[in-house]
């Protein structure tokens, strides 16, 4: 399945009857993706009984149907997104982003956590460039951090984004390591060869093999900080975070 390279661990089911025992013997889960054309229970069947169980914001739902159904033959179940068949992969993607990024309200109106943090940027204004060649990849980025206030410049690989910072000073850099033409351990070094230390961007590593040793590339390469694929929003904001926090005192040794 395509959701496996994306970080996620899928349970594929035949039926909405096993769905319905897997959650009644208690196993968790953070979203559910239905088909609306299933045999003995179809998706409108099983959205009722999954939300006589869990709430939207316990878990949410995703419907699949070739319908073109806009989600009234669910009712009262709270689904958080329907797509028409055959599905796009970066249609999937992009739902699945606005899924987990969005609070979902449940029946109580209750707001998940981590809805406080759209107003990060006007707390931590920091000029952000994103080094990453994968335009899903891209996309997914730009929309994490589009709901924390901040506009992002794209750079498809390591010439790129030396251009980039050539032209503009940008306070942070998320750098992919795995990119064509200069990757990011690459660009990282050359970055530093042109640029003190005081006067660089911050620049977070962005890779897809959680290896050990794999950070100490990273750091040895210049790089600042190092988050693992896939990306997701509290990583993001604990790197920016941390970012602001530096960059501010880099200012004050300045000063």
Aim: proline content about 4%; overall charge negative.
């Amino acid at each position: 399945l395509q959701i496996k390279n994306w970080g996620m661990i899928p349970l594929a089911l035949a039926s909405g009857k096993e769905a319905l025992e897997h959650l009644d013997k208690g196993e968790k889960f953070d979203l559910v993706i239905l088909d609306v054309q299933m045999p003995e229970m179809d998706g409108y069947e099983l959205a009722s009984e999954i939300r006589k169980r869990y709430n939207r914001s316990q878990l949410p739902l995703l419907a699949l149907t070739s319908l073109g159904d806009e989600s009234k033959g669910f009712n009262g179940s709270s689904v958080s997104k329907t797509l028409v068949k055959p599905t796009k992969i970066v249609a999937l993607f992009e739902a699945l982003v606005e899924i987990f990024q969005t609070p979902q309200l449940s029946g109580d109106n209750v707001k998940s956590e981590g809805s406080t943090e759209s107003n990060l940027a006007k707390d931590h204004p920091l000029r952000i460039l994103l080094a990453e060649d994968l335009p899903i990849n891209q996309r997914v980025a730009q929309l994490l951090l589009g709901r924390l206030g901040y506009t992002t410049e794209i750079a498809n690989n390591g010439i790129e984004a030396l251009e980039s910072i050539n032209r503009h000073p940008f306070d942070v850099v998320f750098m992919d390591v795995q990119m064509p033409e200069m990757d990011g351990l690459t660009c990282t070094r050359e970055i530093c060869k042109l640029y003190s230390k005081e006067s660089r961007p911050w620049i977070i590593a962005m890779t897809a093999n959680a290896l050990e040793g794999d950070s100490e590339l990273c750091l040895q390469a210049g790089m600042n900080d190092y988050i693992c694929k896939p990306i997701n929003s509290k990583a993001i904001t604990d790197a920016l975070r941390r970012a602001s926090k530096e960059l501010s005192l880099r200012s004050s040794a300045k000063q």
